[in-house]
């Protein structure tokens, strides 16, 4: 009795795994990607030779992610409206910046969090990489409006940043608005977020419930994976609104590139980053997920099945990397004063 039991118990249990490993091979034939276990994989797919990430340029980039003074009022950072305390993003459906003016396309800030497995970066693609993109809020003017020349000499008018520049870059090292921005971008490139479902990915059949495991089957089946996939679950420029019309279109004038497509964003860390779509009009996943099947895929995704995906979107909430508010260096009687105008 107690071998039959035993027997029983085996045989479920090798039930359950070839069910796991089946789903996880649907999964990759549909083109969903775990992050790397292994911290060398993962250094391949983010690193840049020519720019190696360093601990020194991690620091350094940190800082200039929550420091203000890049912004021409003092008072933006890059975590203003990327807030690493709020999933990446702000919470808000168009993003605020300078003389607290929202976004004049009305447009949603995506989250920075696992931002480098991003094919292109922007709403529109026009950024191929962080260190590009990281250019862009700090110059325009509805966001932090700072021109190149006014960083260069907030940044060089601290010592104690010349010195941590040297430091993580040579003695001969010019801080330019380049070499600042792409800083930053280092920073931002250790912002990954490996989740239950890269566990499950990458073999711990039990890392996803029963229920996390059928939403993650019912989100291949819906072909939701067609455009949420990868690494990043998203990231790449697809054409939008490709069946129906989007229910809120009219709230901004964004209409993609100039092809009409967007960019997937990420459904990592999803349920911390409403509201959603590109002009953060929708504050339910599950809603969103609906407009979604309706407008890009052309089918109709019921309330049970809405409910299934939102339960394996849920197990994409990923282990945040620990970040400590840093110390600021002081200014000095050199710096730049804060410009309202």
Not at 228 to 249: C, D, R, W
Request: glycine share 8%; charged share 25%.
């Amino acid at each position: 009795m107690k071998l039959s039991k035993t027997l029983s118990i085996f045989a479920l249990s090798a039930s359950v795994m070839f069910a796991s490993s089946s789903l996880v091979t649907k999964a990759q034939n549909s083109g969903l990607k775990a992050i790397p276990q292994s911290q060398l994989e993962l250094l391949k797919l983010i690193d840049d030779k020519n720019d190696p990430i360093t601990d020194e340029k991690v620091e350094l980039g940190k800082k200039l992610y929550f420091d203000p003074r890049i912004s021409k009022s003092g008072i933006i950072s890059c975590n203003t409206c990327h807030n690493l305390g709020l999933g990446g993003a702000d919470g808000v459906p168009a993003a605020v910046g300078h003389k607290w003016t929202a976004n004049p396309h009305h447009l949603n800030s995506p989250t920075v969090y696992n931002s480098v497995f991003f094919d292109a970066q922007f709403w529109d693609g026009r950024s191929a990489h962080l260190a590009d993109q990281a250019q862009g809020p700090v110059q325009a003017g509805p966001e932090m409006a700072a021109p190149k020349g006014l960083v260069e000499k907030r940044i060089n008018s601290i010592p104690e940043y010349i010195e941590e520049f040297k430091k993580a870059y040579g003695d001969n090292v010019k801080v330019d608005f380049e070499k600042i921005t792409s800083t930053i971008a280092i920073f931002e490139k250790i912002l990954v977020t490996p989740s239950r479902f890269d566990d499950f990915m990458n073999g711990k059949s039990d890392a996803l419930s029963k229920a996390e495991k059928k939403g993650l089957n019912t989100f291949i089946e819906k072909g939701c994976a067609s455009c949420h996939n990868g690494i990043a679950l998203g990231g790449t420029m697809q054409p939008f609104e490709t069946v129906a019309k989007y229910s809120f279109a009219k709230a901004g004038d964004f209409k993609g590139d100039k092809n009409g497509m967007a960019k997937t964003p990420t459904l990592r860390n999803v349920t911390e980053t409403a509201p959603y779509f590109h002009n953060g009009q929708v504050w339910s996943l599950s809603k969103a997920v609906k407009e979604m099947g309706s407008t890009q895929l052309g089918v109709k995704i019921s309330d049970s099945e809405a409910k299934e995906i939102v339960t394996f979107l849920k197990a994409l909430k990923g282990r945040k990397p620990v970040v400590t508010y840093p110390q600021l260096p002081e200014s000095t009687l050199d710096t730049p004063r804060p410009d309202f105008n």
